[in-house]
Each structure stands twice: as C-alpha cells, then as structure tokens.
C-alpha cells in the first residue's frame, strides 16, 4: 500500500479515537509542544535576585549600611541605594529584611527583601504550628479589629474581594503581622515618590511565605508587585492557593510562568521545605513555580524548567513521596538534612553574610 493512502486510512481510523478522549487527557498528547525551558533573560534574572535576597543575612548580623555596604554581595549593586532594614527578634515569629532602591544603569525597582531564620531549628519548629483564618484586610500590629471593622478597612484598598474559606499558617502570618509596621510607610512613600520603579519583592524560606503574605496585601492597594521566592514553604490551604493564583494569573491555562509574570516561586531538588508543612495536615502550593533539577551547585539555564499548575508532578511536587538511590527509605519532605545545602543552594549558597558569599561559592 502506498504512504499517503496508509496515512489517510489511519487517520480515518485514530481521529474519532482523538475526538472521543476527555479534555483532560489532550495535555498528554500535545505534551511535547509546551516549552518547559526558560529564557537566558529569566536565567539573569532569577541569578541576581538569589544574590539579592542572600544580602538579607547580613540584617541582624554584621549589618547593611548606606549608601549600600555590607560584609556580603553588596558590592555586586554600585547602583542600590540602602532605604531601611528591619530585624523584629530572634524568637519563631521572627523577621528580617531590607529596602533598597535599584536605579539606573539597573532595572529601576523598589525592592524588598525578606531573609530566612536565623536557624535550621526554628525552621523546623515554625512548619509545626496550626493554620488560621485568613483575612484579607488584616489590621495594623496590636489593633483590634471585629467582622464589623471589614467594610471599613476594605475602603482603604483598591477592591473588595474576599478569600473565602482560607486558613493560612499562623508563624508565617504572625511573621507578616510583625514585618508590616516596618515596611509599609516606606512602601507607601516610596511609591509615590518613584512611581515609575517596579515594586519586586524576593524572599528565602521563610522570608519566601511572608513575601507571600506581604504581596497579597500590596497587590489589593494597587501596588502591582513583582514577587520571587526561592525554597518557600506552603503556606496554607487549598482555597488561599487558588486565591494567590487568581491575584497573580500564574494558572497560564497550563503554559508555565515566565519572565513576565509577577510570581515566580523557585524550587530545588532535594529541598525539604517547599513540600513543608504537610500536605496531610491540609496545606498545598500555588502555581508560578521555576524548578531547579540538578542537585548541585552551579545550574546551568537548562537545568531550570518551567511548572504548569499548582502542583506539577515533574517539579518539587513529584518529589514529595518519591525515594531514590540509598535514600530510598527518606522521602525528600522528610530530608531535614538538606535544610544545610539543597534548601540554601539557590544558584548560590545563600545564608552566609561574608565576603563573596559562602565560601563553597569562591571557586564557582
């Protein structure tokens, strides 16, 4: 028989098979023409906001000074200007940061950055605690507020949408609650006086889940931040994953994030804490996920793809059960010990305030 009429005979046969299959399953067929890589630019991009928010451990240690010096990477950003930091306390709710201005030559941003815990203990300690309800008008630190007070507090943001059934995990809100006196006069005025730079928002572990918190808030006051986290934990429950999704579009009909959308959460391989608290106990991701497939340090742009959904069983979220090699017994979320290195090993080691950065990095 000849080809095209073997091709045409088969075609008549597969078609109504095609035809007759669930939408659910047209991704499966169609898999190999979503492009999962990313861009160099994004590459750059993600690269400079890992040594960004690597600066934050300088904040509570030997410290950052104006214009913009510190013990760390400061000297990578000639054109930061250091606004303020902020470090509410050694204890589990505790919170530390900087503002900074980015001005050209550079991207022109408003950047905030919120650093991890001081310890691997109070990392483990702060994923243990109960979820509560999440409002989304939250008051200011130590005003008492009652169901009443809501319509009035929703007057001073740019919509009125509600989270409906969403629990949040109490140490990350108590974290935000502490860090917004700090932080909001300043984003306030600084979005007034250079309303052309971007707001970007980038976070580390736990510095990750109350970036997440703070761009809901600034995202309902019409601030439009751009947010980047890496190694950050769930957060809360279903219902507020799908409000996150819906506040930054990051669901992309399936396409994965890229340099242009204003979340982009980063995972690694191996690292504990984006799997962190439990699914079991009612907590899940959101989607904008960036994963990092090789374990060590330097990745390359080919070694970062782009996630599709929330939970993409090809990123972190597949890892969650999965063993392999003479770990098979450990489950990656079971894996503390990666807190040390696949949860620090974001393009860099992060959390280490000295010259150079970690000094595994001098030879990179």
């Known amino acids: 028989m000849a080809m095209p009429a073997l091709y045409i005979l088969l075609s008549c046969f597969l078609i109504p098979f095609i035809d007759a299959l669930p939408s659910s399953q047209t991704p499966l067929l169609y898999d190999h023409v979503i492009n999962r890589n990313i861009t160099v630019e994004l590459f750059a991009e993600l690269e400079e906001l890992s040594r960004i928010v690597d600066i934050s451990y300088c ?92 319509d009035k507090r929703s007057a001073t943001y740019q919509d009125d949408s509600k989270c409906a059934n969403c629990t949040v995990h109490y140490g990350f809100l108590r974290s935000w609650k502490h860090t917004r006196p700090h932080v909001l006069p300043h984003i306030e005025r600084l979005t007034q006086e250079y309303p052309d730079y971007r707001l970007t928002l980038v976070g580390h572990s ?17 601030w439009n931040p751009q947010v980047t986290t890496f190694g950050e934990p769930r957060i809360g429950n279903m219902a507020l994953m799908k409000y996150i999704d819906a506040r930054f579009n990051t669901s992309n009909n399936g396409h994965g994030v890229s340099e242009f959308h204003s979340y982009r959460r980063v995972t690694h391989v191996n690292d ?93």
Not at 81 to 96: I, K, M, N, R
Not at 209 to 220: G, K
Not at 324 to 344: D, K, M
Request: aromatic share 12%; charged share 20%.
């Open 59 to 150: 904040v509570g240690t030997t410290g950052i000074q104006k214009p913009f010096l510190c013990a760390s990477r400061c000297q990578d950003f000639a054109g930061f200007e250091l606004v303020t930091t902020w470090h509410t306390g050694p204890l589990l709710s505790d919170s530390c940061g900087y503002i900074a201005l980015s001005h050209p030559p550079s991207s022109p941003r408003i950047i905030v950055a919120f650093r991890g815990t001081y310890s691997v203990a109070n990392t483990v300690a702060d994923l243990s605690t109960i979820p509560q309800e999440y409002v989304p008008y939250p008051p200011d630190d130590g005003e008492e507020v009652d169901a009443s007070d809501h």
């Open 272 to 364: 504990p804490v984006p799997l962190l608290p439990l699914e079991e106990w009612g907590y899940h991701m959101h989607s904008g996920e960036i994963y990092i497939s090789k374990p060590e340090l330097s990745p390359a742009v080919t070694d970062l793809e782009r996630c599709q959904g929330d939970e993409d069983p090809r990123c972190i979220a597949g890892a969650g059960n999965a063993g392999g090699g003479s770990w098979v017994t450990v489950p990656p979320r079971f894996r503390i010990w990666q807190l040390f290195f696949a949860h620090r090993d974001y393009f860099w080691r992060l959390g280490l305030c000295v010259p150079g950065g970690d000094p595994h990095d001098w030879y990179h």
């Open 206 to 222: 736990l510095g990750g889940a109350v970036a997440a918190l703070a761009s809901l808030d600034f995202s309902r006051r019409a």
